[in-house]
C-alpha cells in the first residue's frame, strides 16, 4: 500500500522569500501524486499533479513540483512566498488507474511573516 | 473541473442527536464519492467510499452504524451521524473523483464542522 510522509509540520517563512515543502512517498511502481492546499475551515484545491512525461509540475498560484524517482520524492516549491499562501499543505499519491483512495501525508502548515 | 458543495457549513448539536450532512456534484454525475474526516491539525483520514444505488463501503475501524450514508441518486450523497457525541466533532469533508482525468485527482467539497456539545 501507498504512503506519504511529509517531515515538516510547520514552516515559517517571510513574504517574498522562497519556498519548498517536502513529500516523500512510498509505493511500489510510479504513483500519481498530489498536492492540495487547504485554507482555515475550507475544503482542498488542487494544486498540481503528476503521473507522466515532465517531472517538473507547474501549478496554480506559481507553485511547482519535482518528481524525483530516485529519492521517492515530490516536493513543492515557489519562488516568492505571498502573504495570502499562508494555509496548510498536503501530499497525496494515488495508485494507477485511479482506482484505489488517495492517501494523504499529515500535512504542513505555512506560516508566512510580514 | 468539478464543482462539489457540501451542506450545511458547520452545525452545532447536542449529544445524541442526529446531524445530516450533504455532498453535491455540480457540475458531473458521481457513481462515487468519498468521505473524510479530519482532525485539528491532522490529516484526511478516508471514512468511507459513497456508491451510487449501493453500499457504502467503510475503511476499517469506521462504525457503519455510526456513520449511515446513502448515495441515492448520482449527485448526491449523504452522511449522517447518529447519536452524535463531542468526540464525534470534527471537520468532515466529502469528495468526488475526476471522471474526465484517469489520474484520480479528488475534488473537494469546502467541508462541514460538526460540534456536539
Known amino acids: 500500500a501507498q504512503s506519504v510522509t511529509q517531515p515538516d509540520i510547520h514552516i515559517t517563512v517571510s513574504e517574498g522569500a522562497s519556498l519548498e515543502l517536502r513529500c516523500n512517498y512510498s509505493?511500489?511502481?510510479?504513483?500519481?501524486l498530489f498536492w492540495y492546499v487547504q485554507s482555515p475551515g475550507q475544503g482542498l484545491q488542487l494544486l498540481l499533479k503528476?503521473?507522466?512525461?515532465?517531472?517538473l509540475v507547474q501549478g496554480i498560484k506559481g507553485f511547482e513540483a519535482e518528481f524525483k524517482r530516485s529519492q521517492s520524492s515530490f516536493n513543492l516549491r515557489k519562488p516568492s512566498v505571498h502573504w495570502s499562501d499562508a494555509a496548510e499543505y498536503f501530499c497525496a499519491v494515488g495508485a494507477r488507474g485511479g482506482s484505489e483512495k488517495l492517501v494523504f501525508g499529515k500535512g504542513t502548515k505555512l506560516t508566512v511573516n510580514p | 473541473g468539478a464543482v462539489v458543495s457540501q451542506h450545511p457549513s458547520w452545525v452545532i448539536c447536542k449529544s445524541g442527536t442526529s446531524v445530516k450532512i450533504e455532498c453535491r456534484s455540480l457540475?458531473?454525475?458521481?457513481?462515487?464519492m468519498f468521505w473524510y474526516r479530519q482532525f485539528p491539525k491532522q490529516s484526511l483520514m478516508l471514512m468511507a467510499t459513497?456508491?451510487?444505488?449501493?453500499?457504502?463501503?467503510?475503511e476499517q475501524g469506521v462504525e457503519k452504524d455510526k456513520f449511515l450514508i446513502n448515495h441515492a441518486s448520482l449527485t448526491l450523497s449523504t452522511l449522517t451521524v447518529t447519536s452524535a457525541h463531542p468526540e464525534d466533532s470534527s471537520f468532515y469533508i466529502c469528495?468526488?473523483?475526476?471522471?474526465?482525468?484517469?489520474?484520480?485527482?479528488?475534488?473537494f467539497g469546502e467541508g462541514s464542522r460538526l460540534t456536539v456539545l
Open positions: 503528476y503521473f507522466s512525461g515532465d517531472t
Open positions: 509505493y511500489g511502481a510510479t504513483p500519481y
Open positions: 457540475d458531473f454525475q458521481a457513481t462515487t
Open positions: 459513497s456508491n451510487e444505488g449501493s453500499k457504502a463501503t467503510y
Open positions: 469528495s468526488v473523483r475526476s471522471q474526465t482525468s484517469d489520474t484520480g485527482e479528488l475534488f
